[in-house]
């Protein structure tokens, strides 16, 4: 038992050699961009093939002598040439190790070299008809143990004496079959963990590259998007009655809010302002359905209303997806100030007075936008003095979230407003935007952010009268 133990011992120590220098060939920019992507060329076998030649006959050479024969891991390199590179890289490798075997005599010098040549050559076979990368661990080590079973009986069947065979067999079957599987295993676990290594980063790099287009896409999205809300904001051409001015920010790429405004006369300015349910390309794409229908339904004369309704049964029809938006829209008469107002569901403006007072207008709620069909839809009727501005929202400004998970609110809005009522109108949407920046800090944005002033100047006439 002794000399087992000994023989098991020099073996592994012989077999840890192989096994460090196979994992050196394996970071090989060859065995990475060929070998291991199943790639045989026949540089890249012929490579393979002389490596674990050469690896077959340190197995020789580093052998433990025992009665006129070898113990050793001859097998192992033929093995592992032909479970990685395919049929005739084993054959190869083992008749390299063979080769330099047979000239080297001895006791099993026939049975031994045959039983190199077979093995790689089968092992090549297998990893032919498995047509994978490799065959496993536990398929690599039941290979290694059938092949050196096999080589033992070829021993016994070739050797002579037979009883000198016999005795040659007892003594290094068990350390030959632990070496040389202990070592497959090994190196079966490096190729595993390669191919893994390989898998992960090919999942990683496909991952990045559907990221990539994907935010491609979106910024391609998000520009198109943005190039459908206005930025021209003085009128084309300009107008000298009224001052206005709107931002919007979107939590993701691309959102669902939506600010709009024209002029459906010489002296109709329409204006609106709306939030979708959702968020991202799905929104969007709703946004841009709504703004559509606004501004193709908007006519001189068509009460605000009555527009709504029209918009709302557009909006119903093939939703699907049961997307909904609020929205509030308004039409102020240039000449005079005054404005017709609808509301379905969205946020009531507030109305900053000439003598610097604030208050909210008070709206009909009215029902969200394409939810149902039979919505009904009231106008109110307001007025601005020369002077006199009107704030519109959406939620993502009163429903910011500080890193304290505090919001914004309706109320802290209205005293900002108050306290800054002397401002023009882009000053006024600076002025939100910026507060909204500070009190989120470093919380993130959770919903659209978009703002819309407008300052009524009034005609000459007006002012003058005023």
């Excluded at 300009?238 to 979107?250: M, N, Q, S, V």
């Excluded at 300015?269 to 794409?285: H, M, N, R």
């Excluded at 109110?380 to 429903?399: C, R, W």
Aim: hydrophobic share 50%.
């Amino acid at each position: 038992m002794d000399s087992i133990s000994s023989l098991v011992i020099a073996l592994i120590a012989n077999m840890s050699v192989v096994v460090v220098v196979a994992y050196v060939i394996t970071r090989t920019r060859v065995y990475l961009t060929d070998i291991i992507k199943h790639k045989i060329t026949f540089s890249s076998g012929l490579f393979l093939a002389v490596v674990f030649g050469a690896f077959s006959i340190y197995g020789t050479v580093s052998a433990v002598k025992v009665n006129g024969a070898y113990a050793n891991i001859r097998d192992l390199g033929p093995a592992i040439a032909g479970l990685v590179g395919g049929p005739w890289v084993g054959l190869c490798a083992g008749l390299v190790g063979a080769t330099h075997r047979f000239f080297d005599g001895g006791l099993s010098q026939i049975p031994c070299s045959i039983a190199t040549v077979i093995i790689g050559l089968a092992a090549g076979l297998i990893q032919r008809k498995l047509r994978k990368p490799f065959i496993g661990v536990a398929g690599a080590v039941t290979f290694m143990v059938v092949a050196e079973s096999f080589h033992m009986l070829l021993v016994l069947a070739l050797a002579r004496p037979f009883t000198d065979a016999l005795m040659l067999v007892k003594q290094i079957t068990i350390p030959m079959l632990i070496a040389n599987a202990c070592g497959i295993a090994v190196f079966s676990m490096i190729i595993m963990n390669l191919i893994k290594e390989q898998e992960t980063q090919a999942e990683r790099d496909a991952i990045l590259l559907a990221k990539e287009h994907m935010e491609s896409e979106l910024r391609v999205a998000r520009d198109i998007q943005m190039s459908m809300i206005p930025k021209v904001f003085e009128g084309n051409p300009p107008r000298d009655e009224y001052e206005l001015y709107a931002t919007l920010r979107p939590a993701k790429e691309v959102g669902g809010d939506l600010y709009d405004f024209f002029m459906i006369d010489e002296n109709q300015l329409f204006f609106t302002i709306g939030d979708v349910s959702d968020k991202g390309v799905p929104a969007a794409l709703f946004m841009a359905m709504t703004k559509t229908l606004l501004k193709g339904l908007a006519t001189p004369g068509l009460d605000p209303s009555a527009l709504l309704t029209k918009v709302n049964a557009g909006l119903v029809e093939e939703n699907e997806s049961l997307m909904f938006v609020t929205l509030m829209c308004g039409v102020i008469d240039l000449r005079t100030g005054k404005m017709q107002l609808t509301n379905a569901g969205h946020n009531p403006p507030l109305i900053v007075r000439a003598d610097g007072s604030v208050e909210w207008l008070k709206l009909p709620v009215g029902m969200v936008l394409g939810v149902d069909p039979d919505a009904h839809y009231t106008t109110a009727e307001a007025s601005l003095a020369p002077g006199e501005m009107i704030v519109a929202y959406t939620d993502g400004v009163t429903e910011a979230m500080s890193p304290e998970h505090k919001v914004f609110s309706d109320g802290r809005l209205h005293d900002l407003v108050r306290d800054n009522n002397k401002d023009s109108a882009k000053d006024m949407v600076v002025c939100i935007n910026d507060a909204v920046t500070l009190f989120a800090d470093s919380a993130p944005q959770s919903d659209d952010i978009t703002t819309l002033a407008i300052r009524y100047v009034g005609t000459q006439t007006v002012r003058a009268a005023a």
